[in-house]
């Protein structure tokens, strides 16, 4: 196995490394992003993977702020929880360790009265 370095790294430091979704995780993700589409709620979204956190955002419209943000944060694994679903305006709406139970809180946006008159 061959480790490609950047060009400025010694071979005694550790390359940075990225938080990203996991495929399992990006499934149930894009579950809940395909039904909010099909409903019209969403029209759009954006991945972002940096060192210390990695960020799903969902968007009403691509020229808008994102309506929510999905974020995975490793390092409160064992504090508040590694998901968090956060607002437009900074709000946290859920955090926990379990991704589908964090979900849970967008999921209750699609059910609607229905009107039977």
Request: hydrophobic share 40%; charged share 25%; glycine share 6%.
């Amino acid at each position: 196995m061959t480790m490609h370095l950047p060009p400025n790294a010694t071979p005694f430091e550790r390359p940075l490394e990225q938080v990203a979704f996991h495929r399992t995780e990006l499934s149930v993700i894009l579950s809940l992003y395909g039904r909010m589409v099909a409903a019209g709620e969403w029209r759009d979204y954006g991945i972002s993977h940096q060192r210390d956190v990695a960020v799903f955002s969902v968007f009403r419209r691509t020229a808008e702020v994102p309506l929510y943000r999905i974020e995975k944060r490793p390092k409160l694994r064992n504090k508040q929880g590694i998901y968090a679903v956060i607002g437009t305006g900074g709000q946290v709406l859920k955090r926990g360790s379990e991704l589908r139970a964090v979900l849970r809180v967008l999921e209750r946006k699609l059910i609607r009265a229905v009107d039977l008159d």
